[in-house]
């Protein structure tokens, strides 16, 4: 009981976390990997957890959604799906004790990305349109890291999609959330055929993570997320810390 309470509350923040800042698996896979559950199946098992809250954050966004760099919504989906289904079946590939010594280092390009991202696409935002195949590369690579291990791949698109003229990180918070929600519903589809999950410890927090998300997206358009920011890279820095001490000590 102490476990499935301990994965809901995880579920709850990071699926709040997800629809305010990003980096909710900052949350889930320590948690699944803290009452035992192996790194992969926590990784595979995080991805459909938040899942749902995802879903739910993207139909509150919906009417954002628009195009990016002069990209409509559909192609762009399309590719970022076929990079997650690429990237969750390389992890599935990935044994466990491989994946364990490759995570601290994912980790840390996902917490410099949660550091640096929004500043790094504020310097870099240009009104340069980019080419489509440009484009289509460049989101197939952030859909496949999505598939594989998805830690702050939101940031990741919107510094992406900011440094190639998309317009502002605001406007294009919509899309990304459903491009995430995209590449992780392929994912999740993959993972379960392929038998990853663990679904007792999924339930618990895919319940929290629901909610979580629902709310934290009605907060996000009403409340700055600066807070909710600083919070998610204090969370980040000490997950690292902790995954590389876990790893190498």
Known sequence: MYD????????????????LAGGGSFVSLPALISVGVPSVAANASSTLALFPGGMASSWVYRDGVRSVCG???????????????????????TPSRIFDGILPWLLLV?????????????????????????????????????????????????????????????????????????????????FVLAGAIVWQECIAMTIGAVIGGWTGAHIGRRLPSSVVRVLTLAIAFLTTAVFFSRAYL
């Open 4 to 19: 499935i309470m301990l994965l809901f509350l995880a579920g709850l923040l990071a699926g709040s976390m997800n629809a």
């Open 110 to 190: 996902a917490t410099l990305m949660l550091a640096a991202g929004p500043r790094l696409s504020a310097q870099l935002q240009t009104q340069a349109r980019p080419s489509v195949l440009a484009f289509a590369t460049i989101q197939f690579f952030l859909g496949l890291y999505g598939g594989y291990f998805g830690g702050a791949v939101g940031l990741m698109m919107l510094a992406a999609w900011s440094a190639l003229g998309g317009g502002d990180i605001k406007s294009l918070n919509p899309t990304r959330m459903v491009m995430v929600t995209a590449a992780n519903a392929v994912a999740v589809v993959v």
């Open 71 to 93: 990209v409509d919504v559909v192609p762009i989906a399309i590719v970022t799906v076929m990079g997650g289904v690429a990237g969750s079946i390389l992890l599935l590939l």
